[in-house]
């Protein structure tokens, strides 16, 4: 949903850099792209803490960090560049003994490499080249491809979580009345 609406807030700030008239609707899908990216980021951080919660409860003595640790890694600047992607791993290793190791890091590490990609691509184009539509193209392609492949890699350890706690958790008969 934040990548989306990412698209339009680019297709609005390009138009803003050729055509400086109208900066007011450039504003408003700036204003909406934030609220939609920090819904977007509340939402991951919510599923994050769930799942890292399963994992330790799938797995108790699996290297699954602290929910403090697994929060908090994303906002520390250079951190945030490298461990949270172990800790999305740890976390898959711990949701299951399906979680297939080549594929599902391979996975992660797609969607880890778009990510990163994505902000440096960012960073780098706002100090270089402001507006420049290659660097605007390849930022979009990158946010793009990191959304999906977070969708790809929250479905699978989802699915993975929840087929193993359906298995270890038998349901409580009806009583009949």
Do not use: C
Request: glycine share 6%; aromatic share 8%.
């Amino acid at each position: 949903m934040s990548a989306v609406a990412d698209v339009f807030r680019a297709a609005a700030v390009r138009d803003q850099y050729v055509d400086r008239s109208d900066a007011s609707e450039s504003g408003l899908i700036s204003m909406v792209f934030v609220y939609l990216t920090t819904l977007a980021i509340v939402l991951f951080l919510v599923w994050l803490t769930q799942s890292r919660r399963n994992a330790h409860e799938l797995m108790p003595g699996a290297a699954v960090p602290s929910r403090g640790r697994t929060i908090g890694m994303w906002f520390i600047p250079l951190v945030n560049l490298i461990v949270p992607r172990g800790i999305i791993l740890a976390i898959g290793r711990a949701s299951s003994a399906s979680w297939e190791e080549k594929r599902d890091t391979t996975l992660v590490n797609a969607w880890w490499a778009a990510w990163v990609g994505h902000g440096l691509v960012l960073t780098v184009a706002s100090r270089v080249a402001p507006g420049s539509m290659a660097f605007l193209v390849v930022e979009e392609a990158l946010m793009i491809a990191a959304a999906v492949l977070a969708g790809l890699v929250i479905e699978r350890i989802t699915a993975l979580q929840n087929a193993a706690l359906g298995a270890t958790v038998p349901a409580e008969p009806l009583a009949q009345t």
